[in-house]
């Protein structure tokens, strides 16, 4: 990342905490500030508002349930590229955001070979080398990632269909849908893990904060350094 | 566009479920026959078209050519096409009038997310039915011919109707009733396919043109406007596919992947479901981490049932 990105979300970071602000009680740990939080729900919210007007022209079976909600097909179809482009923006926002600590390392690989014990909450608490976001989470961030880039391109053909061929409308309406159904197959997993799978997480994103005995069960090696830390000062 | 009651819908864009009435009714496959062999390129039917459409005058591009534009528009459904082509080193002046072929099997409907917005009756006329179109324009990418057209205003798409409101009136449609030299016929399908053989005929066996046939491309299960060509070998001659082609994405992909894709979502949210109910939540474990390595408190997840 240049400098000029760093210092742009450096900049961001400190004027929304100036602004908004996380109360860690004690025994709790900040997790994600408020920059962090206003972005993902920035992105979450025309996600939602892209994935619905998308699937009511996506499917025949939803069209007709769908569409009345955004005030009929056509505006359902209006409002579609715009939803998708401003999901598109903030998403940049939150990738300069989070491209850090999403970096893939080691520890990641390791991770994923045991995908199995993790998925049938076979340990009851993480490895110690799981950092801030495991591999999971490092894999659905790097996901929207070539999903966005996809959607962008493919979206961007398929508006303006009156300047491109047939043919290149006709594929890059196959490769936006695949886009999306694998994006869906993320958020599905993803809002999951974020609610019913692992209580204690879902208030990281709305209140900023975790408990320890959270961050000690899933980010052990987040902990650690963040309480090293803690101790330093 | 036709009062829907006038004709039998065969089929529904994007229509979830059966089409209301689909083969109670007895309908006879209509078809328009040109032949460019006689077509002398008097512009009468895009005339003919304008008028009977109420369409406004619109400005023509002029590049050199006798043709008035050059392509349909949203309000020109009928353009001529002139081509200056070769025979025998002689000048050949081709003429095809260029209009919606009404595919057997159309791309435009194919393509179509929008319940209604396209419609085919039995008779083969494939009509836009513009209070439902949503304006995404796959319609013009589904196309083989080239021929929907999107108005950026009213943010429709339009084309040729094949004056299904005559038709259904038991009118012909306005440019064939325009046709000075009866090179444009109307009628069954099957009377206009017999017409355009015994044109073909005549054309190989006393006109000299030993390629002459009739474009009916089974590519698309076959047009509802035929065509009688000098030269069926080679239609690109006169701007028509030889083979014209519907994308995969609007057959394969739209009728088999997509309905497959919506079902995986479906399971993929039962699978949350069940995986919840059947492994239980990750909670916060309260035990320092030096404890880790004694022997661990038995958790709920962890625990094998008994009866």
Known sequence: MSVTTKNLDEGARGAFARVGTTRVRPGELLRHPVYTRVLHWSVAIFFILSLLTGFAIYSPWLFHWITPVFGGGPRTRLLHPWFGLLFEVFFLFQFLNWVGPMAWKEADRRWLKRLRQYATNQEAIEPEDVGFFNAGQKLYFWLILVSGVLFLITGLLIWFDDVVGRWIVAVSYVIHDLAALVM?????????????????????????TVTESWARTHHPGWYRTEKHRQEKR | MANPRTFQIQEISAHPGPVP?????????????IDVSTCIGCKACEVACVEWNDHPFRETTFN????????????????????????????MWLMRKDQCMHCEDPGCLRACPADGAIIKYENGIVDFQQENCIGCGYCISGCPYDIPKFHPNTKKVYKCTLCSDRVGQGLEPACIKACP???????TKSDMVQIAGLRAKQLRE??????????????????????VLHDIKQPERYGLPANPIIPPSYTYWKWLAKPTGLF???????????????????LPQPEPPENRTGPREETEAGRKETP
């Open chain 2, 264 to 282: 995986m979502g479906l399971l993929g949210i039962a699978a949350v479901f069940f995986h919840r109910v059947m492994y239980g939540p990750k």
């Open chain 2, 21 to 33: 009435g689909q083969g109670t009714r007895r309908e006879e496959p209509v078809c328009k026959y």
């Open chain 2, 206 to 227: 006393v006109s000299g043109f030993a390629n002459a046939g009739v474009y009916d491309p089974p590519s698309i299960k076959g047009t509802h406007v035929i065509y």
């Open chain 1, 184 to 208: 869906l197959a993320g958020f599905i997993i993803h809002v999951y893990e974020g609610t019913a799978h692992q209580p204690g997480t879902f208030r990281s994103m709305i209140d900023g």
């Open chain 2, 181 to 187: 030299t009866g090179c444009l016929k109307f009628g």
């Open chain 2, 64 to 91: 050199d050519t006798y043709q008035t534009m050059p392509t349909t528009e949203w309000n020109y459904y009928n353009l001529i096409k002139f081509v200056e082509d070769e025979r025998d080193g002689n000048l």
